[in-house]
């Protein structure tokens, strides 16, 4: 059993940043692949990035790249997700979740077994 649990989210203006945390627990964290998704109102959950156990591979979606920055702290057990330039588009539930396949890294949600609860973001134009 995986235990994921979100934190950060919360209301912040275009532009600003935030920063949002994924506490793992009940697997071996540093041998696993994390992702990020989010989901808005009314549309599907959508892939954001991920990251390989090593660090070494790191996807993004293309709605993010070069404003978000996925990382992790293995010996803390936490995934992290750095948003910056922030826009309101980027208002969703915001989820990290773990895959079946510990080296699975790719954007297929099907292919994650574990979630957390999700953590707001709302971003005010």
């Known amino acids: 059993q995986v235990q994921l649990v979100e934190s950060g989210g919360g209301l912040v203006q275009a532009g600003g940043s935030l920063r949002l945390s994924c506490a793992a627990s009940?697997?071996?964290?540093?041998?696993?692949?994390m992702a990020w998704f989010r989901q808005a109102p009314g549309t599907e959950r959508d892939f954001v990035a991920s990251?390989?156990?090593?660090?070494?591979?790191?996807r993004y979606a293309d709605s993010v790249k070069g404003r978000f920055t996925i990382s992790r702290d293995n010996g803390k057990n936490t995934a992290y997700l750095q948003m910056n330039s922030l826009k309101p588009e980027d208002t969703a539930v915001y989820y990290c979740?773990?895959?079946?396949?510990?080296?699975?890294?790719?954007?297929?949600?099907?292919?994650?077994?574990?979630w957390g609860q999700g953590t707001q973001v709302t971003v005010s134009s």
């Open positions: 990251i390989s156990w090593s660090s070494l591979i790191i």
């Open positions: 979740a773990a895959p079946k396949n510990k080296g699975y890294s790719g954007l297929g949600d099907n292919e994650y077994e574990y």
């Open positions: 009940g697997r071996t964290f540093s041998t696993s692949a």
